[in-house]
């Protein structure tokens, strides 16, 4: 792998913030096929999505593909949510859900946040060994969900 310069970051895989190298089409299939929280996304918001955020992805040494990507929505400099994490079938088992997120958490560190939230339903283990942990204090944590919205996660 490589890190988010495109340099190695585990075996076979780099993983770079560069846009021009985001397969589009391919994130909106993975995340509206094949992910809980958004599933039926429509492809326009999704590309919305991606114009807003701060993007990484990652891919295959040999073939070029982009087999995982992950999204952040920050004003890089107070607050960061991190979201849409998504490896490929075909890339799951091989460190690069843990290493895609290492990245995350290594390309944000220099920008001083207070802290870096995400939501999971399945995956907290992956997030725990980078340092995640439960909120100390869920109570002060509040959501408005619009309504005739998407579903929560979406």
Known sequence: MSDTNGRPAADGYEISTDPSRLDAARIHHWLSTDAYWALGRTREKQDRAIAGSLNFGAYDTASGAQVAYARVVTDQATFAWLCDVYVDRSARGTGL??????????????????????????????????????????????????PGGDMPGR
């Open 97 to 146: 859900g843990t290493a895609l997120v290492t990245a995350v958490r290594d390309h944000l560190e220099p920008f001083g946040l207070r802290r870096i939230l995400l939501a999971t339903f399945d995956a907290h283990g992956v997030y725990e060994k980078i340092g995640f942990s439960l909120l100390d204090d869920p109570e002060h944590w509040m959501t408005l969900r619009f």
